[in-house]
Protein backbone atom coordinates (compact mmCIF):
# COMPACT_ATOMS: atom_id res chain seq x y z
CA UNK A 1 0.00 0.00 0.00
CA UNK A 2 1.12 3.46 -0.93
CA UNK A 3 1.32 5.99 1.71
CA UNK A 4 2.40 9.73 1.18
CA UNK A 5 3.60 12.06 4.22
CA UNK A 6 3.68 15.79 4.04
CA UNK A 7 5.17 17.93 6.03
CA UNK A 8 5.93 21.81 5.70
CA UNK A 9 5.46 24.95 7.73
CA UNK A 10 1.38 26.25 7.61
CA UNK A 11 2.14 29.88 7.69
CA UNK A 12 4.36 31.49 5.40
CA UNK A 13 5.16 35.72 5.00
CA UNK A 14 4.16 37.00 1.35
CA UNK A 15 6.98 37.16 -0.95
CA UNK A 16 8.28 34.57 0.47
CA UNK A 17 9.04 30.61 -0.58
CA UNK A 18 6.34 28.20 0.45
CA UNK A 19 7.90 24.75 1.09
CA UNK A 20 6.50 21.29 1.10
CA UNK A 21 7.06 18.00 1.28
CA UNK A 22 5.89 14.56 0.77
CA UNK A 23 7.61 11.44 1.64
CA UNK A 24 6.39 7.53 0.23
CA UNK A 25 6.64 4.79 1.28
CA UNK A 26 5.40 1.24 -0.62
CA UNK A 27 6.82 2.83 -4.11
CA UNK A 28 9.75 4.52 -5.22
CA UNK A 29 9.77 8.78 -6.34
CA UNK A 30 11.85 6.92 -9.60
CA UNK A 31 9.07 4.81 -10.30
CA UNK A 32 8.81 4.09 -14.21
CA UNK A 33 4.30 3.46 -13.44
CA UNK A 34 4.35 6.43 -11.42
CA UNK A 35 3.72 10.50 -11.78
CA UNK A 36 4.16 12.48 -8.18
CA UNK A 37 1.93 15.93 -8.48
CA UNK A 38 1.37 18.73 -6.31
CA UNK A 39 -2.30 19.61 -6.01
CA UNK A 40 -3.54 22.78 -4.13
CA UNK A 41 -7.56 23.22 -2.73
CA UNK A 42 -9.39 26.32 -1.95
CA UNK A 43 -12.83 27.66 -2.21
CA UNK A 44 -12.51 30.66 -4.58
CA UNK A 45 -10.26 28.23 -6.89
CA UNK A 46 -11.26 24.41 -6.06
CA UNK A 47 -9.32 21.63 -6.96
CA UNK A 48 -6.19 23.14 -8.75
CA UNK A 49 -3.60 21.21 -10.20
CA UNK A 50 0.28 22.66 -10.16
CA UNK A 51 2.84 20.27 -11.20
CA UNK A 52 4.38 16.81 -11.49
CA UNK A 53 7.68 15.30 -11.81
CA UNK A 54 8.38 11.79 -13.07
CA UNK A 55 10.95 9.29 -14.12
CA UNK A 56 11.06 7.84 -17.82
CA UNK A 57 14.79 7.18 -17.74
CA UNK A 58 15.46 10.94 -17.05
CA UNK A 59 13.66 13.34 -15.03
CA UNK A 60 10.54 15.28 -16.50
CA UNK A 61 8.66 18.05 -14.74
CA UNK A 62 5.56 20.00 -16.19
CA UNK A 63 3.47 23.32 -14.35
CA UNK A 64 0.56 24.56 -14.69
CA UNK A 65 0.99 28.10 -16.72
CA UNK A 66 -0.82 29.74 -13.65
CA UNK A 67 2.22 29.15 -11.28
CA UNK A 68 4.97 28.24 -14.25
CA UNK A 69 7.08 31.18 -13.06
CA UNK A 70 7.07 30.48 -9.50
CA UNK A 71 7.02 26.84 -8.67
CA UNK A 72 9.60 24.00 -8.55
CA UNK A 73 9.03 20.78 -8.03
CA UNK A 74 11.72 18.10 -7.44
CA UNK A 75 12.36 14.21 -6.49
CA UNK A 76 14.75 13.50 -4.09
CA UNK A 77 15.62 10.01 -4.55
CA UNK A 78 18.13 9.86 -1.34
CA UNK A 79 14.92 9.70 0.63
CA UNK A 80 11.93 8.85 -1.71
CA UNK A 81 10.02 11.92 -1.19
CA UNK A 82 9.49 14.91 -3.51
CA UNK A 83 9.17 18.82 -2.86
CA UNK A 84 6.97 21.69 -3.76
CA UNK A 85 8.75 25.34 -3.55
CA UNK A 86 6.59 28.36 -4.63
CA UNK A 87 8.43 31.17 -4.35
CA UNK A 88 6.93 35.10 -4.31
CA UNK A 89 3.72 34.02 -2.27
CA UNK A 90 0.87 36.17 -2.18
CA UNK A 91 -2.33 35.51 0.09
CA UNK A 92 -3.94 34.18 -3.37
CA UNK A 93 -1.74 31.44 -2.66
CA UNK A 94 -3.23 30.30 0.91
CA UNK A 95 -5.01 27.02 0.53
CA UNK A 96 -4.88 23.17 1.23
CA UNK A 97 -1.76 21.53 -0.70
CA UNK A 98 -1.77 17.94 -1.58
CA UNK A 99 0.90 15.74 -2.70
CA UNK A 100 -0.54 12.91 -4.81
CA UNK A 101 0.61 9.91 -6.65
CA UNK A 102 -0.77 9.33 -10.49
CA UNK A 103 -0.68 5.84 -11.20
CA UNK A 104 -1.34 2.93 -13.30
CA UNK A 105 -5.07 3.75 -14.86
CA UNK A 106 -3.97 7.42 -15.20
CA UNK A 107 -5.56 8.91 -12.16
CA UNK A 108 -4.75 9.78 -8.50
CA UNK A 109 -5.19 6.90 -6.57
CA UNK A 110 -3.11 7.86 -4.12
CA UNK A 111 -2.65 11.81 -1.85
CA UNK A 112 -1.44 12.86 1.01
CA UNK A 113 -3.11 13.91 3.93
CA UNK A 114 -3.09 17.75 3.17
CA UNK A 115 -1.16 20.91 4.55
CA UNK A 116 -3.20 24.44 4.93
CA UNK A 117 -0.68 26.99 4.18
CA UNK A 118 -1.99 30.66 5.27
CA UNK A 119 -0.06 33.48 3.81
CA UNK A 120 0.02 36.26 6.24
CA UNK A 121 2.35 38.56 7.82
CA UNK B 1 -7.59 24.41 -21.08
CA UNK B 2 -10.32 21.59 -20.43
CA UNK B 3 -12.93 22.55 -18.75
CA UNK B 4 -14.82 19.93 -16.56
CA UNK B 5 -18.69 21.15 -15.94
CA UNK B 6 -20.68 19.01 -13.09
CA UNK B 7 -24.20 19.00 -12.47
CA UNK B 8 -25.97 19.65 -10.07
CA UNK B 9 -24.43 21.67 -7.23
CA UNK B 10 -25.89 19.53 -4.59
CA UNK B 11 -27.26 16.96 -4.16
CA UNK B 12 -29.79 16.18 -1.31
CA UNK B 13 -30.77 11.78 -0.69
CA UNK B 14 -32.86 9.69 0.90
CA UNK B 15 -30.82 6.96 2.65
CA UNK B 16 -31.33 3.92 0.24
CA UNK B 17 -32.27 6.04 -2.68
CA UNK B 18 -30.03 6.17 -5.87
CA UNK B 19 -27.88 9.99 -6.60
CA UNK B 20 -26.53 10.44 -10.01
CA UNK B 21 -23.64 13.00 -10.89
CA UNK B 22 -23.24 14.54 -14.43
CA UNK B 23 -19.98 15.74 -15.48
CA UNK B 24 -19.03 17.14 -18.91
CA UNK B 25 -15.72 18.22 -20.49
CA UNK B 26 -15.00 21.23 -22.99
CA UNK B 27 -12.89 18.50 -25.01
CA UNK B 28 -13.47 15.09 -25.69
CA UNK B 29 -11.54 13.20 -23.35
CA UNK B 30 -10.18 10.20 -25.64
CA UNK B 31 -6.62 10.16 -25.53
CA UNK B 32 -4.57 9.32 -28.34
CA UNK B 33 -3.72 5.82 -27.00
CA UNK B 34 -7.54 5.21 -27.30
CA UNK B 35 -8.17 5.70 -23.79
CA UNK B 36 -10.44 7.90 -22.14
CA UNK B 37 -8.79 9.50 -19.18
CA UNK B 38 -11.67 10.33 -16.49
CA UNK B 39 -12.08 9.61 -12.88
CA UNK B 40 -14.41 10.55 -9.91
CA UNK B 41 -13.02 11.28 -6.47
CA UNK B 42 -15.02 11.51 -3.12
CA UNK B 43 -14.07 13.93 -0.42
CA UNK B 44 -15.21 13.53 2.88
CA UNK B 45 -15.48 16.56 5.14
CA UNK B 46 -11.71 17.06 6.61
CA UNK B 47 -10.24 14.36 4.64
CA UNK B 48 -8.11 14.32 1.11
CA UNK B 49 -10.14 13.22 -1.86
CA UNK B 50 -10.39 9.29 -2.57
CA UNK B 51 -10.54 8.28 -6.02
CA UNK B 52 -13.92 6.09 -6.53
CA UNK B 53 -13.29 5.47 -11.04
CA UNK B 54 -10.91 5.79 -13.02
CA UNK B 55 -10.83 5.33 -16.85
CA UNK B 56 -14.78 6.20 -16.87
CA UNK B 57 -16.19 2.90 -15.47
CA UNK B 58 -13.62 0.66 -13.63
CA UNK B 59 -13.62 1.50 -9.89
CA UNK B 60 -10.67 1.64 -7.81
CA UNK B 61 -9.38 -1.04 -5.47
CA UNK B 62 -11.64 -1.09 -2.27
CA UNK B 63 -14.74 0.73 -3.93
CA UNK B 64 -18.29 -0.62 -3.02
CA UNK B 65 -20.14 -1.89 -6.25
CA UNK B 66 -22.60 0.77 -5.44
CA UNK B 67 -20.65 3.15 -7.33
CA UNK B 68 -20.36 3.07 -10.88
CA UNK B 69 -19.13 5.23 -13.76
CA UNK B 70 -20.59 5.57 -17.22
CA UNK B 71 -20.16 8.00 -20.76
CA UNK B 72 -17.96 8.65 -23.62
CA UNK B 73 -16.48 11.36 -25.15
CA UNK B 74 -17.84 14.19 -23.57
CA UNK B 75 -20.44 13.19 -21.19
CA UNK B 76 -19.94 11.40 -18.20
CA UNK B 77 -22.04 9.94 -14.99
CA UNK B 78 -21.15 8.80 -11.66
CA UNK B 79 -24.17 7.02 -10.05
CA UNK B 80 -24.41 5.47 -6.62
CA UNK B 81 -26.99 2.82 -6.08
CA UNK B 82 -28.43 3.03 -2.96
CA UNK B 83 -26.87 6.20 -0.79
CA UNK B 84 -25.66 5.42 2.46
CA UNK B 85 -24.50 8.01 5.69
CA UNK B 86 -20.53 7.25 4.78
CA UNK B 87 -21.45 8.43 0.94
CA UNK B 88 -22.25 12.12 2.51
CA UNK B 89 -19.50 14.62 0.55
CA UNK B 90 -18.78 16.37 -2.10
CA UNK B 91 -17.74 14.11 -5.42
CA UNK B 92 -15.30 15.27 -8.48
CA UNK B 93 -14.60 14.58 -11.81
CA UNK B 94 -11.19 15.09 -13.23
CA UNK B 95 -9.88 14.87 -16.26
CA UNK B 96 -5.95 13.58 -16.95
CA UNK B 97 -6.33 13.10 -20.78
CA UNK B 98 -4.57 16.21 -21.60
CA UNK B 99 -2.52 18.71 -19.24
CA UNK B 100 -3.10 21.19 -17.34
CA UNK B 101 -5.37 18.22 -15.52
CA UNK B 102 -8.72 19.98 -14.64
CA UNK B 103 -11.13 19.31 -11.95
CA UNK B 104 -15.00 19.77 -12.10
CA UNK B 105 -16.00 22.28 -9.47
CA UNK B 106 -17.87 19.38 -7.30
CA UNK B 107 -21.35 18.05 -6.78
CA UNK B 108 -22.35 17.63 -2.59
CA UNK B 109 -24.29 14.75 -1.82
CA UNK B 110 -26.11 15.10 1.93
CA UNK B 111 -28.93 13.09 3.34
CA UNK B 112 -32.28 14.83 3.01
Known amino acids: QVHLQQSGPGLVKPSQTLSLTCAIS??????????WSWIRQSPSRGLEWLGR?????????DYAASVKSRITINPDTSKNQFSLQLNSVTPEDTAVYFC???????????WGQGNLVIVSS | DIVMTQTPLSSPVTLGQPASISCRSS???????????LSWLQQRPGQPPRLLIY???NRFSGVPDRFSGSGAGTDFTLKISRVEAEDVGVYYC?????????FGGGTKVEIK
Open chain 1, 100 to 110: ARWGAGWAFDF
Open chain 1, 26 to 35: GDSVSSNNAV
Open chain 1, 53 to 61: TYYRSKWYN
Open chain 2, 27 to 37: QSLVHSDGNTY
Open chain 2, 55 to 57: KIS
Open chain 2, 94 to 102: MQTAQLPLT
